[in-house]
């Protein structure tokens, strides 16, 4: 089984992904009508995915760690 703190690690390092996703989604919107709406929703989707991923990680750790 993976060490805990492995697991964490990656967890964060997704989750400052997601962050960075985030804030470029955010940015790109300020540009208002002229902003690629395209690459917001990109963004946004690859946002959701890179949390997911660090949630799904640490939860299927806590699901099975004594298995």
């Known amino acids: 089984m993976p060490d805990p703190d492995d697991i964490a690690l990656v967890a964060r390092e997704w989750i400052i992904k997601a962050d ?3 804030k470029n989604a955010a ?3 300020k540009l208002g009508e002229e902003g690629p709406t395209d690459t917001v ?3 946004c989707q690859q946002c959701v995915e890179k949390y997911l991923k660090a949630f799904s990680g640490r939860s299927i750790h806590i699901l ?4």
């Open 20 to 22: 960075n996703d985030l």
């Open 64 to 67: 099975f760690k004594d298995t």
């Open 27 to 29: 940015h790109t919107l």
């Open 41 to 43: 929703c990109f963004h």
